[in-house]
């Protein structure tokens, strides 16, 4: 089923229980419920998510908070939550601290608009050809080598969501070409540590 932005209208977006906490406890705080670790990254059957627990605290001395949690997948799949998965993730849990908290209308339900709206759009890219997928495959690509990745597809096959089904599989075969050369995480660390100087030797 195709993404639906109407129906999401019976959703309370997270800004609207924020004022409404606002209104209702002006000297609350929204925070981490754990300020050492705002949020951590589970690994979940070979999944990562970053997941954050957050906190409504009614007053300063506030000791029973609302307590709401949430998580996103990482990399995000849809264009919501790529590159902004943790504030997702903060923004969710935000919105269920205040339904905790008992100060949000919990006649339009827990979820927030903005969860609702990041589900439907998992699914529609999950329902989507195969174009998604190579598209999603190459925005995962770390920056170093996700625009090279692209210009290299374009130039072989044009724009990545309209390629031919029968040209699919050198496609992916090309972007995986880039998925294996691609830095990892640790890459930033070694290219400092291996810093060369204007003869190529090692600085």
Request: proline content about 7%; hydrophobic content about 45%; aromatic content about 6%.
């Amino acid at each position: 089923m195709a993404f639906n932005e109407h129906s999401l209208d019976d959703y309370v977006d997270v800004a609207e229980r924020i004022a409404t906490f606002r209104e209702k406890y002006p000297e609350g705080s929204l925070q981490p419920a754990d300020l050492a670790h705002p949020y951590r990254v589970e690994v979940i059957n070979g999944v990562s998510f970053v997941s954050y627990v957050a906190a409504a605290f009614r007053t300063p001395d506030d000791v029973r908070p609302g307590v709401g949690s949430a998580w996103e997948p990482v990399p995000g799949t849809t264009p919501y939550t790529r590159n902004s998965e943790l504030q997702n993730a903060e923004t969710a849990a935000w919105g269920r601290a205040i339904q905790a908290a008992l100060a949000a209308d919990a006649k339009r339900g827990v979820a927030s608009r903005q969860e609702v709206r990041n589900r439907q759009a998992e699914r529609s890219v999950a329902e989507a050809p195969a174009t998604a997928g190579l598209v999603a495959r190459i925005n995962a690509i770390p920056n170093g080598a996700r625009a090279k990745a692209m210009k290299a597809v374009r130039e072989a096959f044009g724009p990545p969501d309209a390629i031919d089904a029968d040209r699919m599989a050198e496609a992916e075969a090309l972007v995986a070409s880039f998925e294996a050369v691609a830095p990892t995480a640790a890459a930033p660390e070694l290219a400092l540590a291996g810093k060369v100087n204007g003869n190529g030797k090692a600085a």
